[in-house]
């Protein structure tokens, strides 16, 4: 069987740099941080009181009715807004689309957590009586996103949700890829969306001590590679992407904004929350993904990287693009565009994807900003793309994503 080309013909997002996709992409290019003091909820007893929110959300203002909204938790909301601008971007015409080969494919990785708290929080605050709303379940549940987005367009391919922590959306992109390679869509829409800027989540991440407390310094928090990098900075938002089959696209006369050429998976089976430290899962979804793309390690340009800044996370990411790539990986920009957005946990990778998505676009390559330290564990010859971004012609670029319990997931992009 002749496996299918996948490009990519529509892309949307709401994050804490912009509202719509050339906001975050000017943004992105100026180096501007996302972090502001925590407005969603009074915390002023948590140890973080920061994070990378959207900003001036108003659901109606994209078409959501409040009528509508109450039954949708927010990160519904965030896809529902990312999705509908892909999908007006890819210019998908109904009357014509056969809707049983176009799907919806999304990750979340704690799906409607807001939504569950409030309810039980309602249920410990009043008299104990179980009077619980008849929209929680549907609320909650991190495939709702999918099928709502589905209801609303009338797609009826494949149609769930990837739930793999901070790679969720990372593996929705590649099921994405894999249902048109494999001829079963002619479009998915794919992506992921996250709303986690919430009280269990910052209490939660604070327990762990995985999210940075530096409130002092909250705007320049998130700094990967910095020595004194202490954690993550929780974001939120929804990076949506339309892929489609090369043909099909072709056919129809599609803006085609780059090729999908592969993608890997991965376990680390190492531990809960810390990464294995010499890298090794993540060599190998690296190489994984080179490989089904059918491209040697020199051709890759760029490599947005997981860089959560976290004090193990960020030495053995590059441990392992050196221990891959060879002398390769000085060749290579390298950025943590999470120094800018947070980290959007399972809808990381799809915005991070739309990263690529310019660099490619635009031969601009996003900085990592906040550094300031060197750290002796970390190797300053890589270029990684301190504080500014760098002009390059990118023809191959590479977004990694990892999450807790092990996963490791890696999509490749190119020009074409």
Known sequence: MELKRVVITGIGTINPLGNNVQDYFNNLDAGVSGANLITRFDASLFKTKFACEVKEFDPSKFGIDKKEARKLDLFT??????????????????????????????????????????????????????????????????????????????????????????????HAMIDAFNNIRLGKADFIITGGSEAGITVPSIGGFNSAQAISTNNENFKT????????????????????????????????????????????????????????????????????????????????????????????????????????????????????TKSMTGHLLGAAGSVEALACIHAIQSGVIPPTINFEHEDPEIDYKLNLTLNKAQKREVNVAMNNTFGFGGHNSCVVFKKI
């Open 77 to 170: 909301q965030f896809a529902f807004v990312a999705a509908h601008q892909a999908i007006l971007d890819s210019s998908i015409d109904m009357e014509v689309e056969n809707s049983n080969r176009i799907g919806v494919i999304l990750g979340s990785g704690i799906g409607g957590i807001e939504t569950l708290f409030n309810e039980i929080q309602g249920y410990c605050d009043g008299d104990k009586v179980p009077r619980f709303s008849p929209f929680l379940i549907p609320k909650m549940i991190a495939d709702i996103a999918p099928g709502m987005i589905a209801m609303k367009y009338g797609f009826r391919g494949p149609n769930y949700t990837t739930v793999s922590a901070c790679a969720s959306s990372t």
């Open 221 to 336: 928090a998130s700094r990967p590679f910095d020595k004194t990098r202490d954690g993550f900075v929780m974001g939120e938002g929804s990076g949506i992407l339309v892929f489609e089959e090369y043909e099909h696209a072709v056919a129809r006369g599609a803006k085609i904004y780059c090729e999908v050429a592969g993608g890997g998976m991965t376990a680390d089976a190492y531990h809960i929350t810390a990464p294995h430290p010499e890298g090794i899962g993540a060599i190998n979804v690296m190489k994984l993904s080179l490989e089904e793309a059918g491209l040697d390690l020199d051709s890759v340009d760029y490599i947005n990287v997981h860089g959560t800044a976290t004090p193990r996370g960020d030495i053995a990411e590059l441990k392992a693009i050196k221990a891959l790539f060879g002398e390769h990986a000085y060749n290579l920009n390298i950025s943590a």
